[in-house]
Nanobody
């Protein structure tokens, strides 16, 4: 079974930064588009950013200019660098294909932004 594993979350103050990492139990180079998603309490899971196999990124408007998605195909990793974090960025963050595979969601990593 395909499984993604996320790490790097934590608690930061507004304006802080975090870098999330994603890996998988298989070679992610086979996936054209990889995405980072988030789900805040009481909300649906949403796509935050995605990146192609060739490292072409795409961002949700709310995170443009603050988040940076990168991909290391050699080491089977996808990263999400989050800068200038805001309280509304608080959520559980997941990685998955774009569009996502329903049977591949990992546990996610919690990001909490609070003063």
């Amino acid at each position: 079974q395909v499984q993604f594993v996320e790490s790097g979350g934590g608690s930061v103050q507004p304006g802080g930064s975090l870098k999330l990492s994603c890996t998988a139990s298989f070679n992610m180079f086979t996936i054209h588009l990889m995405g980072w998603y988030r789900q805040a309490p009481g909300s649906q899971r949403e796509l935050v950013a995605s990146i192609s196999r060739g490292s072409l990124p795409n961002y949700q408007d709310d995170v443009k200019g603050r988040f940076i998605i990168t991909r290391d195909n050699t080491n089977n990793l996808v990263y999400l660098r989050m800068n200038n974090l805001k309280p509304e960025d608080t959520a559980v963050y997941y990685c998955n294909e774009d569009p996502p595979r329903d049977d591949s969601w990992g546990q996610g990593t919690q990001v909490t932004v609070s003063s």
